[in-house]
């Protein structure tokens, strides 16, 4: 009778890595809006000046004295947590490097979190649109119309980002003047490095992004705004921490953050709106 063959004895090497389902690992929206990362309370007031005009005098007569409409926008801080626990035997067991991977979760958890609520703001803010009706996806007459709407505001500052769904980036795509790199500029500001990678074109800086409202829906909204125009708090930045529970004999990973977002003036953005449904155009 035959003995066991020996290779029912080996051990199987398991790779120590975990792979991470594909997501969104840092906050793009943070950077392209105004900050204030020094808050104290539970609630911050960003300051907005109204516009002035100068004029003429008679000889020996009084300037006209100037009085700029003085107003704030008030937005009150969200406290956000996550936690995780991992039995010290389950590691032993595994023989994977899991905490590592549990901490890169999280991050990504909080910066989702962090662009959400800047979107969230954005969507409750937005006064002015482009394509009210849902009608068909981006074309280039809409986003002609979005910065024209901009400039009609007067925002002329050339720190304008337009953030879109992958559908609507698809059928921008589509518009030679956006594709093509002879009509494309370089922007390399650097605010701009902070954040996702950018085309610049139309005096706008475009990225996509996959958090956008109605992303891939037939009521799909897209952005283009001055990053004056959205305000940012942050009372305390996202913080990790990975420790030993004794009691449960476990390593336990929790994170907090307190943030929130408003949009401090309604005329500095612009809701661009899309059947993300929408076949793109035959070539």
Do not use: C
Request: proline residues 4%; negative net charge.
């Amino acid at each position: 009778m035959p003995g066991p063959t020996i290779d029912q004895a080996f051990i199987t090497k398991f790779n120590r890595d975990v792979h991470l389902a594909y997501q969104v690992t840092e906050a793009k929206f943070r950077h392209l809006v105004r900050q204030d990362a020094d808050v104290t309370g539970d609630r911050v007031r960003f300051q907005k000046l109204g516009t002035m005009t100068v004029g003429s005098k008679a000889r020996n007569g009084d300037i006209s004295i100037q009085n700029p409409e003085h107003t704030w926008v008030e937005v009150i801080l969200l406290d956000r947590y996550g936690a995780v626990l991992i039995d010290q035997l389950d590691l032993t067991k595994l023989n994977i490097a899991v905490r590592e991977g549990y901490i890169y979760n999280m991050s990504a958890a909080f910066a989702r979190e962090t662009d959400t609520q800047i979107l969230a703001a954005m969507t409750a803010g937005a006064t002015e649109n482009v394509n009210s009706g849902f009608s068909g996806n981006l074309t280039r007459n809409l986003v002609l119309e979005a910065r024209a709407i901009l400039d009609n505001n007067d925002v002329q500052n050339n720190a304008v980002a337009a953030a879109v769904t992958p559908q609507m980036w698809a059928h921008l795509m589509t518009i030679p003047e956006f594709a093509n790199e002879q009509y494309v500029g370089y922007d390399g500001q650097p605010w701009k490095m902070q954040g996702p990678p950018m085309k610049f074109w139309n005096r706008a800086n475009w990225f996509v992004s996959t958090l956008l409202p109605g992303n891939g829906t037939a009521s799909a909204r897209g952005y283009m705004w001055d990053r004056r125009s959205v305000g940012h708090a942050i009372g305390q930045e996202v913080s990790i921490t990975w420790d030993w529970e004794n009691l449960k004999k476990a390593w336990s990973g929790a994170g907090s953050m307190s943030m929130n977002a408003v949009v401090i003036d309604a005329a500095g953005l612009v809701e661009l709106r899309a059947d993300d449904t929408a076949a793109l155009p035959t070539p």
